[in-house]
């Protein structure tokens, strides 16, 4: 009889140091990226870093700016593209949809969030870019190779529109439909209902929604580094290359132990991607965690 | 005309649908209509010749079996740790208990760490310990980076767990760890659809193990040695100038698509099965 509980609480122990230590996973990512850029952060200061344009490993030059610039131009390009479209399609599903579509229309959006990003990179080399440097751009400006911030915000906006659907379903299908029908009561059409009740009530899980999207879109990286270019200026229009951190850390792996500080300013890449992805999955998970709190119980 | 806008935007709506659907269709279409073509007998039967990266003859196995190899052994990893986890969580922990919530917020967040920090966070690691690039530092990467994907979709199914069934078990006079065999039965689904998202996951990553597991033309016979992987096999071959080599890099993406299009369709069987009324 004791042995059972010895047992049982052996066992406790023993899950609970396995939760522990993979809680403090984290803390050793952030950690271990941190004291490898230490030897750069001594060199330079953190705003020569993060705001300086002139990137040369060779002279001991490291200025993030383009490539944080990069990772702006296309992040944004992909959100503005895949919200549209995302919010669209989940109002959609969680408020018109028959099941029949749901029932072929969910597996198609699993299919996007199976995809390996080389296989994004892949199409997006097939398909988007000879598209942008031979259809879209010369109408625009007088020459480009199509490996641009565009092509990039493209591959990246499909690639999150999973993430962003599948989020605002969630996030739409906790608003309870008394909500819904005291509205529908008052007069207002199914519209709108949604406009003024349904978006209202979600706007901060849209917005967390959003944000997580973002982080996700900033590590992106095989995809991105398939069709963006890589060039280390900083991006004058959308047809411009551009180079993303992530791009820039991929890259450069296996050069980076022979130059002075270059390991050093790589790691400190990794950590400018994973602080950015930290603070913003903080907060929406946050904010995600209320919203299913408030409307489950 | 308060209707007026309604059918503007429903019409909107259609057409999200159809880019979403026309999305998934030009990329699964252009990856088979290039990759077939390129596809032969010896592309997934053979090690790459010498010549290989010129033209030559030669096909992509090593890829094939160093990708399997990977994912594999970080699934079975994975497995034997966040089983433990899960069942910590949800059985061993009260519900409202701030560690199970503090977990949970950590293991969000890790799910959302690009996984090019786990390939430089791996690599830092690995040249601390004096490793080369090698299958056993692929495997440990890829296994760090699954782990989240492992907890998150196994917790959603365990917290459904009926309580009843925990309350009958421990009138029986079980104890907390007995109720194991019980949850893990009733969980199964649960554990197959995460298992499937992981592989899922960990087969078509690049970034990770471009850091740690390196890139071989052969087959790695020990853990010290590097190993292939098909989504670096597809992206190297892509950036070579030579057609032929390139027409490789798409029978590669036809491999690794087809792998993960059956994931996904087994992962969607297992989630209708398990919740037949849920969204």
Request: hydrophobic share 55%.
């Amino acid at each position: 009889m004791k042995f059972k509980l010895l047992v049982d609480r052996l066992a406790g122990s023993f899950m609970w140091i396995l939760v522990l230590v993979s809680v403090l996973l984290l803390i050793v990512i952030g950690l271990g990226l941190y004291i490898k850029s230490i030897p750069i952060l001594e060199e330079n200061t953190l705003q020569s870093l993060l705001f300086s344009s002139s990137w040369s490993p060779m002279k001991g030059e490291f200025g993030f700016l383009p490539f944080l610039m990069g990772t702006l131009w296309v992040t944004v390009i992909a959100i503005v593209l895949a919200l549209p479209v995302a919010l669209l399609t989940a109002i959609f599903l969680t408020e018109y949809a028959k099941p029949v579509i749901k029932k072929y229309f969910f597996p198609a959006l699993d299919i996007l969030a199976a995809l390996p990003s080389v296989i994004y990179g892949v199409w997006g080399t097939l398909l988007i870019v000879p598209f942008i440097a031979d259809r879209l751009s010369p109408h625009f400006v007088e020459f480009s190779t199509g490996y641009s911030a565009l092509a990039g915000g493209i591959v990246l906006g499909i690639m999150i529109l999973p993430l962003l659907v599948s989020l605002m379903i969630e996030i739409f299908s906790a608003v309870s439909v008394d909500y819904r029908e005291a509205s529908w009561s008052l007069g207002a059409t199914k519209w709108q209902t949604i406009k003024r009740v349904l978006l209202l009530k979600t706007s901060p899980g849209i917005l967390a929604a959003v944000v997580l999207a973002i982080s996700r879109a900033f590590g992106e990286t095989i995809a991105v580094l398939m069709v963006c270019g890589n060039m280390p200026i900083m991006p004058q229009s959308i047809f411009d290359s551009c180079y993303p951190i992530p791009a820039l850390i991929a890259n450069n792996y296996g050069e980076m132990l022979s130059l002075p500080l270059y390991e050093s300013a790589l790691m400190f890449a990794a950590l400018i991607l994973f602080v950015v992805v930290f603070l913003f999955n903080v907060l929406s998970r946050m904010v995600l965690y209320r919203i299913e709190k408030k409307f489950n119980i | 005309m308060k209707f007026f806008e309604e059918k503007v935007f429903k019409v909107l709506m259609y057409v999200a649908l159809l880019i979403v659907c026309g999305v998934v269709l030009s990329i699964v279409y252009t990856i088979f209509s290039k990759g077939w073509s390129a596809m032969s007998w010896d592309m997934v039967s053979k090690l790459p010749g010498g010549g290989f990266y010129i033209g030559k003859e030669g096909g992509f196995l090593n890829a094939i079996v160093g990708s399997l190899m990977i994912v594999g052994a970080s699934t079975v990893l994975g497995l034997l740790i966040s089983i433990p986890v899960v069942f910590y969580l949800n059985i061993y922990l009260k519900r409202k208990s701030k560690l199970a919530y503090t977990a949970r917020l950590v293991y969000d967040i890790l799910f959302g760490v690009p996984s090019i920090v786990y390939g430089a966070f791996g690599f830092t690691i690995m040249v601390y310990l004096g490793l080369k690039t090698s299958l056993l530092g692929g495997i440990i990467v890829i296994t760090l980076l699954i782990i989240p994907i492992f907890i998150r979709s196994m917790d959603e199914a365990a917290r459904d767990f009926p309580r009843d069934i925990l309350d009958a078990t421990y009138s029986l006079g079980a104890t907390r760890y007995q109720t194991i065999k019980v949850v893990l039965r009733q969980i199964a689904p649960g554990i197959a659809t995460a298992t499937l998202l992981s592989i899922g996951r960990a087969i078509g990553d690049a970034a990770a193990v471009m850091f740690t597991a390196g890139y071989t033309d052969s087959i790695p016979t020990a853990l010290s040695q590097p190993a292939a992987t098909l989504p670096l096999a597809v992206f190297f071959q892509l950036s070579s100038p030579i057609p032929e080599v390139q027409d490789r890099a798409y029978a590669a993406a036809f491999v690794l698509t087809v792998l993960v299009l059956i994931l996904s369709v087994l992962g969607r069987y297992f989630t209708n099965k398990f919740s037949k009324n849920k969204l």
